[in-house]
């Protein structure tokens, strides 16, 4: 009765560790695309010195 209890919660935990394993993947893929395109606002708004406007 005591060993089948324990895997019991055994399964469960490890179901309860491929569902955080999942979203620790999902949310660090979220964060790097977050990441790419800070980058990529922070490139573009930067000042170009080589570009002169005639006036």
Do not use: C
């Not at 399964?11 to 955080?20: H, N």
């Not at 990441?35 to 010195?49: D, G, I, K, R």
């Amino acid at each position: 009765m005591q060993l089948a209890y324990h895997r019991e919660n055994v399964k469960k935990f490890q179901k309860r560790m491929r569902v955080a394993k999942h979203q620790i993947a999902k949310r660090e893929l979220h964060l790097s695309a977050y990441h790419f395109l800070s980058y990529n606002l922070e490139e573009a708004l930067m000042a170009q010195e080589n570009i002169h406007l005639s006036k």
